[in-house]
Structure formats: C-alpha cells, structure tokens
C-alpha cells in the first residue's frame, strides 16, 4: 500500500482526523485534503503542515480534488450537512444521502478502487449507500461504526475498575445512535468476566453513558471531534498495516442485508471477516431492533 489517504470534508471532524494522524507514527505517507469550500481546505493543509518540523510523523499534505482519489488506499468521508435544531435525523440523512450520490460518483469517476471509510451521520445508512452508489465489493466500504462508542464504555469501566481502558475488552455494537447497546456477556477485564465485577445497576449506567456521552458534549461546546478523530486515524493504521485487529467497525451483515456495528477483522483489503458472536436472547432482541431502526432508514432514502 502506497499510505496515500485522502479525506473528504475539511470541518471540525475532518480536520481532527488529519490532526490525529500526524500526531501519531501511522503508515500515511501522503494526505489529501478536499472540501466544498477549496480555500477552507487549503488553509487546514497549511496548518497541518505546521506542525511537521515537531511532529513523531512526516506526510506530504494538500488540498486537492476528487480527480486526486485516484490511487488513494482510503477515502475518508466526513462531509456532509450538520443536523439542525427541531430537524429529524431522517430530514438529514435525505439531504446527505444527495450530496453522497454525487460524490461518490465523482469520486469513482477517477479510478479509485480502495476503501471507503465513511464518518459522516447517520453513518450505518450513509455507509451502505456508499456501497451502493460506488459499486465496490462491500469488504471495501465500512463506516466508523462503533469504535468511539465502545472506546467510551472501556474508558467508563476502566474509571470504575481503577485501571486503565487498554486492558478493558468490551463493544458497543449495533446502530451508532440511539439503538446500540454493549455486549455485556463477552465484555472481560484481563480475563475477568464484567459481568462478576459490576452490578446489573452499574453496567447500566456506563452503557447509557457510552450511549448518550456525544449529546452531553453537543450541549456543552456545540460538537464531538477529538474522540472521532483519534478512532478514525486508529481504523486507518489497521487498514494500511494490515493489523487485522477486531474493531467494531461498520460493516456488511449477509443475514439481515444491513451495515451496523459489530467486532470485525480488519486489514488492508478492508473486511477480513465479521465475528460470529453467542448472543444472549436479550441481545439478539437488543439487535434486532437495532437493525429494525436502521433498515426502516435506509427504506426511507434507497431510491431518492
């Protein structure tokens, strides 16, 4: 793989992801920047570029267009309309599913036959239309999924162990939104079952915190972008170094024909393969309404 990645929205979020990248020793060589507005996206490559003299990682960074997508390993799309006050989610995703459908075939129009990396809300739908608007195999088109939710509920359990989250294995799967729910049953604290090291009350509660931690900071400072950020520039290094580590990422599900969050292998071909998981009856139930919600979405917006 060349480490040639390309991100597609130079806001809050895109710019993050950039930032993250640079600040860590990933396997990007080469960073391209593109958005709607081009001197918004030249100016977040010119402060990018800053930091290169101190930073632990060295890349060649610019702004440039879709015709730059070419031969990208990775297109990161974080573009895309932000919702607004009393607007419904599926308002939202019929305006960025539009703006989807144009440019992902502007994208493809160049050659491009890497992976999409999709971030933009509500991503579990965007990232299937992304599928189906770009006609790549669907082990080459994945959404960030749950991995920031699940990095939530592994920084609560490891505030409430005194321990650190790196040694908590737990995931938030599901829809990211209001529908996902955490695998309990198979969550372990160095090989400890969680369910023997915090009550019923207790899981709750983190559960609900990893759930509903992005509508607390929206309230506070009006968007998320260093949790996303970091979790997208940590799928991007598994990809390029082809880490075929499990991560809860969006991807493909055969069975019920829908993209959600789920333990998932993956490398540099994008999916490896999906778990397959022993749910608990609740979670099967838990996940089945989750998949619902979303299936009742993409209904909404597959032949706009």
Not at 1 to 18: D, E, H, L, P, W
Not at 36 to 45: R, T, V
Not at 134 to 163: F, H, M, N, W
Request: overall charge negative; glycine content about 8%; charged content about 20%.
């Amino acid at each position: 793989m060349s480490g040639k990645v390309m991100i597609v929205g130079t806001g809050n979020v895109g710019a993050s992801v950039g930032y993250a990248l640079i600040n860590q020793s990933t396997a990007v060589h080469e960073l391209v920047l593109t958005d709607i507005n081009a001197a918004d996206a030249e100016g977040e490559a010119m402060d990018l570029r800053d930091t290169l003299a101190v930073a632990p990682n060295f890349m060649k960074i610019y702004a440039g267009s879709y015709a730059d997508a070419a031969d990208c390993d990775i297109v990161v799309i974080t573009a895309g309309v932000p919702q607004k006050p009393g607007e419904s989610r599926m308002d939202l995703l019929k305006k960025n599913a539009a703006i989807f459908k144009d440019m992902v075939s502007q994208i493809m129009a160049s050659g491009f036959n890497g992976i999409f990396l999709v971030v933009t809300n509500p991503m579990d739908v965007l990232t299937q239309l992304t599928q189906i608007y770009s006609g790549l195999p669907k082990e080459q088109v994945i959404g960030s999924g749950t991995v920031l939710d699940s990095a939530r509920l592994r920084y609560r359990i490891g505030e409430r162990l005194g321990a650190s989250p790196k040694s908590v294995h737990a995931y938030q799967v599901g829809e990211h939104g209001d529908t996902e729910f955490a695998l309990w049953s198979m969550a372990d604290f160095g090989g400890q079952p969680i369910n023997r090291l915090l009550t019923p009350e207790e899981q709750h509660e983190i559960e609900d915190f990893a759930r509903n931690e992005a509508y607390t900071i929206i309230e506070k400072k009006g968007a998320t972008y260093y949790g996303i950020g970091s979790c997208v520039a940590n799928i991007i290094q598994c990809i390029l170094l082809d880490e075929r580590r499990v991560l809860p990422i969006s991807s493909y599900d055969e069975f019920t024909d829908t993209y959600f969050g789920f333990p998932t292998i993956l490398g540099k071909h994008g999916v490896v393969r999906r778990l397959e998981l022993n749910l608990t009856e609740q979670e099967g139930m838990r996940l089945q309404t989750s998949v619902n919600a979303l299936k009742t979405a993409y209904e909404a917006v597959k032949d706009l």
